[in-house]
């Protein structure tokens, strides 16, 4: 009997040992998937979209953070930042994104880098893509600190759809002043075809301005070698844009203009691929 009792008080201790482990390991993985690492999340529409760490699909060792909307809205995980004043930065991280729409029909909403509370953001991925980077160069100003968010959304409008976000980098950078050597995109959008009022208005550049922006170019590449006598060199690259830029930003002070989510869809992948400091874009906005 008290071999019984003995035995029954083994498998008792073993039993709850073994529950208690399985407690303590789902609870680990519970803690694991909401474990944000001092991010703060934020949504526009609240208790709209999940937030969560993935264990599934992430980029490096380390869980990704996944944000899901089934419904449109602008929503993220932000972290402050302590910056240093007048300085310039750069934020980078890898995205993997699946089935993200905008529900305002706008580029400049995605999921993207950006400051919250202001309009400073990275370009914004929509539709299906696997892993790739992205990034953020902005300027301190007179900013100490700031709250740097990765987004479903935007500024501009909401998002649906899914986004993973992974191995986060801060990087300062050094004052332009010091940089001898300037990279330059100049893209040249042959084709305006725009609503302005009620008024369709659809204008071509010609050979003739092409050749007369290649020269203009080419005296300013000259011109900053000249005058900086050897300290300065501008490089440039032209791209011929064929599809038609197909709207225009308003503003009641300064009219129709174009601004960087009138041009970002036809660009964004050249800008992905390459390193510039400073982008053209030129267009024609009435006729001869």
Request: aromatic share 12%; with cysteine; proline share 1%.
């Amino acid at each position: 009997m008290k071999n019984r009792e003995k035995i029954i008080g083994k498998v008792r201790y073993v039993f709850t040992l073994l529950c208690l482990c399985a407690i303590l390991y789902f609870t680990y993985q519970i803690y694991q998937k909401n474990n944000f690492d001092k991010f703060v999340k934020c949504e526009s529409n609240l208790y709209t979209s999940e937030f969560i760490r993935d264990s599934d699909i992430k980029f490096s060792n380390k869980r990704s953070y996944k944000i899901s909307s089934e419904e449109y809205n602008d929503a993220m995980f932000y972290k402050t930042v302590k910056l240093e004043k007048n300085q310039p930065y750069k934020v980078s991280c890898m995205i993997r994104t699946e089935n993200i729409t905008s529900k305002e029909n706008k580029s400049g909403i995605g999921a993207q880098i950006s400051i919250e509370g202001s309009t400073e953001r990275s370009i914004a991925i929509t539709g299906t893509s696997d892993w790739k980077k992205i990034e953020l160069i902005f300027n301190s100003k007179d900013r100490e600190e700031v709250n740097i968010g990765f987004r479903l959304g935007g500024y501009l409008g909401n998002a649906k759809g899914s986004a993973w976000f992974s191995d986060f980098k801060l990087e300062e950078g050094t004052d332009s002043s010091n940089n001898n050597e300037w990279n330059f995109a100049c893209f040249i959008f042959k084709t305006t075809d725009v609503t302005i009022g009620d008024k369709q208005s659809k204008l071509n550049v010609t050979n003739s301005d092409i050749k007369d922006i290649k020269d203009t170019l080419q005296r300013f590449s000259s011109a900053c070698n000249t005058l900086s006598k050897g300290k300065m060199t501008a490089k440039y690259t032209i791209y011929e844009i064929e599809e038609p830029l197909t709207k225009l930003s308003y503003d009641d002070k300064f009219a129709y203009y174009v601004s960087p989510e009138d041009v970002e869809a036809q660009i964004k992948d050249i800008i992905s691929n390459n390193e510039y400091d400073h982008i053209f874009a030129v267009i024609r906005l009435r006729r001869r």
